[in-house]
């Protein structure tokens, strides 16, 4: 069974720049979080663009090579549409499962969380200064959050240089239950993954886990809070 939900607010932003999309193909789910960068103009129109050509591009099939080759092309399509006054940029998330198997792909700070059993066993790293700062030693996990080069991403679609994308993919156990989160930094910069287990624990559904980490959010931001975006996957 395969159940979803998600979401895309504006926060305390003039625009959204996020962008959210979710496709169901014959037992089989495809995911996306995209974020555009905000400071480089066209942040909307580069996550859009996004998950449009990811999503269109997906044949239903769990396959990491085919992921990636979407998404390179969404990355070439933002290209083409940048001029020397709008750099647009965007991270993704991109998660697909169908039939025990699923695939994900990821670039810049946007991540994804899975869970097994409500119980989190994994989490994208981000690719930042921040994450790079942890990498070498100079703050803990935790610190990303408000570190003061957190919004400094190294990798995005429509950068200048050729784009890396990091995959991985899961053969899921039989008789589990398995959680999916992708999220926005907008959205994980408030909810912390202890908040993220406790709240799925106590959820029947993933509208109902999804608005009680909304919940925490909403109380903890200020006016002025960035976009923030989910979309929650169980599979069980």
Same mark, same amino acid.
């Given at each position: 069974?395969?159940?979803?939900?998600?979401?895309?607010?504006?926060?305390?932003?003039?625009?959204?720049?996020?962008?959210?999309?979710?496709?169901?193909? +014959?037992?089989? @789910?495809?995911?996306?979080?995209? !974020?555009? $960068?905000?400071?480089?103009?066209?942040?909307?129109? #580069? =996550?859009? *663009?996004?998950?449009?050509?990811?999503?269109?591009?997906?044949?239903?099939?769990?396959?990491?090579?085919?992921?990636?080759?979407?998404?390179?092309?969404?990355?070439?399509?933002?290209?083409?549409?940048?001029?020397?006054?709008?750099?647009?940029?965007?991270?993704?998330?991109?998660?697909?499962?169908?039939?025990?198997?699923?695939?994900?792909?990821?670039?810049? +700070?946007?991540? @994804?969380?899975?869970?097994?059993? !409500?119980? $989190?066993?994994?989490?994208?790293?981000?690719?930042? #200064? =921040?994450? *790079?700062?942890?990498?070498?030693?100079?703050?803990?996990?935790?610190?990303?959050?408000?570190?003061?080069?957190?919004?400094?991403?190294?990798?995005?679609?429509?950068?200048?240089?050729?784009?890396?994308?990091?995959?991985?993919?899961?053969?899921?156990?039989?008789?589990?239950?398995?959680?999916?989160?992708?999220?926005?930094?907008?959205?994980?910069?408030?909810?912390?993954?202890?908040?993220?287990?406790?709240?799925?624990?106590?959820?029947?559904?993933?509208?109902?886990?999804?608005?009680?980490?909304?919940?925490?959010?909403?109380?903890?931001?200020?006016?002025?809070?960035?976009?923030?975006?989910?979309?929650?996957?169980?599979?069980?």
């Amino acid at each position: 069974m395969i159940k979803t939900a998600s979401y895309t607010e504006i926060g305390g932003r003039s625009c959204n720049e996020d962008s959210v999309g979710i496709r169901v193909e +014959d037992k089989g @789910i495809l995911a996306i979080v995209a !974020d555009g $960068l905000g400071g480089h103009g066209g942040g909307d129109i #580069a =996550s859009r *663009l996004t998950v449009d050509i990811v999503s269109e591009g997906w044949s239903g099939k769990v396959d990491a090579d085919e992921l990636c080759a979407n998404i390179q092309k969404a990355h070439e399509e933002i290209r083409k549409l940048q001029s020397p006054a709008c750099k647009m940029k965007s991270t993704i998330t991109a998660l697909c499962y169908s039939h025990g198997k699923c695939v994900w792909a990821h670039c810049g +700070d946007s991540r @994804i969380y899975r869970f097994k059993n !409500d119980k $989190l066993e994994f989490q994208t790293l981000d690719h930042s #200064a =921040s994450q *790079l700062a942890v990498y070498l030693g100079q703050i803990t996990p935790a610190e990303i959050r408000f570190h003061e080069d957190r919004s400094r991403i190294l990798r995005a679609l429509g950068q200048d240089d050729e784009l890396k994308i990091d995959t991985g993919s899961l053969d899921l156990v039989k008789g589990e239950k398995y959680a999916f989160l992708l999220c926005s930094d907008g959205f994980w910069e408030y909810v912390l993954e202890d908040e993220m287990e406790l709240d799925l624990k106590n959820s029947a559904t993933p509208g109902e886990w999804v608005r009680r980490m909304r919940k925490r959010l909403l109380e903890r931001v200020p006016k002025d809070n960035d976009n923030n975006t989910a979309a929650a996957v169980w599979v069980y």
